[in-house]
């Protein structure tokens, strides 16, 4: 198993330039994530999903947009790259599935490294 | 709502000696708690993980945590250094909402030859 996946690894977007960043699982979970890591500090969250054809906002969402069609897929999109949005973007998963114990703990991917020039 | 503070933004040390990672959380309920891992470059990798059963959680590669609820700490240790555990360490906290983790700042290990 993939586990999570991420693409592009690297990107350098000029202002103004929209992009998708993708990610994709094969951990059957339903509960899917986006977070932005900035230098020096933790994560912060963009968007969530718990299932397919539901997402919702988190703590920084201005400035992105995402959408769940599936289960296994969750893409990230930049309409209007900004160089506020020079990050490292993760997508993580978690289980969530009734009757399953280990429901809190993400797994992460590798991550996408973002400039915006 | 929940927070999670990491006290010390680097820390330090020997190889061969004792490793001392700082986490206070605050939460209104009973959260999970999670120590994660970061090399340099690379993705987030979780190391141990406390959920109320017992309040010390061995985690891989030798760590381990405590949970203290009198002191709302999940300080992480290690008897003894590596090399190779020279990489960002992340206190993150959950009370089981759908909306994720809350992340500490991190804490960057230097592992000093």
């Known amino acids: 198993n993939a586990g999570v996946t991420q693409t592009p690894k690297f990107r350098i977007l000029k202002i103004g330039q929209s992009m998708t960043l993708q990610c994709t699982q094969d951990?059957?979970?339903?509960?899917m994530y986006w977070y932005r890591q900035d230098p020096g500090m933790g994560l912060k969250l963009i968007y969530y999903?718990?299932?397919?054809?539901?997402?919702d906002k988190g703590e920084v969402p201005n400035g992105y947009n995402v959408s769940r069609s599936t289960t296994e897929d969750f893409p990230l999109r930049l309409e209007l790259a900004a160089p506020s949005q020079t990050s490292v973007y993760f997508c993580?998963?978690?289980?969530?599935?009734?009757?399953?114990?280990?429901?809190?703990?993400?797994?992460f991917g590798p991550g996408t490294r973002l400039t915006v020039l | 709502a929940q927070s999670v503070t990491q006290l010390d933004s680097h820390v330090s040390v020997s190889e061969g000696t004792p490793v001392l990672l700082r986490c206070n959380y605050s939460?209104?309920?009973?959260?999970?708690l999670f120590w994660y891992v970061q090399h340099p470059n690379k993705g987030l990798q979780l190391l141990l993980k406390?959920?109320?059963?017992?309040?010390l959680v061995k985690g891989i590669n030798g760590f381990e945590a405590e949970f203290k609820k009198s002191e709302t700490s999940f300080h992480l240790t290690k008897p003894s250094a590596h090399m190779s555990d020279a990489a960002e360490y992340f206190c993150?906290?959950?009370?089981?909402?759908?909306?994720?983790?809350?992340f500490g700042k991190g804490t960057h290990l230097i592992i000093q030859p």
């Open positions: 993580a998963t978690r289980g969530g599935l009734a009757g399953v114990l280990d429901t809190d703990t993400q797994y």
């Open positions: 951990m059957n979970h339903n509960y």
């Open positions: 999903s718990v299932g397919a054809g539901i997402t």
């Open positions: 939460s209104s309920y009973s959260p999970s």
């Open positions: 406390y959920t109320s059963a017992a309040t």
């Open positions: 993150v906290v959950s009370e089981g909402g759908a909306d994720g983790l809350t």
